[in-house]
């Protein structure tokens, strides 16, 4: 018995290989063409993971704390003053307890948010955001909205930072 080996691709296998090839065009074009605002707002967040770990870091290496003030238009890091008589979170919280910005040539300096117009924060569990010496820290996350787009910036308590839409 001998059997023809086969010539070329069936209509169907070729049919389903141009389905597979569309689908996956179809989602790199969503991707790399989406939502410029969502993808401005990611960026946003994105930067601020980056910008959280090197004031951890910063307040670490220095031991001063460093809190983080948000605002609708951009946001800054400042420096809490080395003898603290209230706790970090109520001194963050109070004006008298602002010691410095940071300049202009480093990079926790004040910062304009990438996206367009107002970006309203929320952080929980609710109070000021401080970074100081600790190793280990609790869960937190900050909503960022904007243009009725919202992106999350959670951290775990190994403080690894992850953005989601």
Do not use: C, K
């Not at 601020?48 to 946001?75: D, K």
């Amino acid at each position: 018995m001998r059997v023809d080996p086969q010539r070329g691709f069936t209509l169907l296998e070729t049919m389903v290989v141009l389905l597979i090839m569309g689908v996956a065009m179809g989602a790199a074009s969503v991707s790399a063409f989406g939502d410029a605002r969502m993808r401005t707002l990611r960026q946003d967040a994105q930067r601020l993971a980056g910008l959280f770990m090197t004031a951890q870091i910063e307040a670490r290496a220095g031991g001063a704390r460093i809190a983080w003030r948000p605002g609708e238009q951009g946001f800054a890091f400042e420096r809490l003053p080395r003898p603290l008589v209230l706790p970090a979170r109520v001194a963050a919280r109070s004006a008298g307890a602002r010691d410095e910005r940071f300049s202009a040539d480093v990079p926790l300096r004040p910062r304009a948010w990438l996206s367009d117009g107002p970006v309203l924060v929320g952080i929980r569990p609710a109070g000021a955001l401080v970074f100081d010496g600790d190793w280990v820290h609790s869960p937190l996350d900050v909503t960022l909205s904007a243009g009725g787009r919202t992106v999350r910036l959670s951290r775990s308590g190994n403080g690894h930072y992850e953005v989601r839409p």
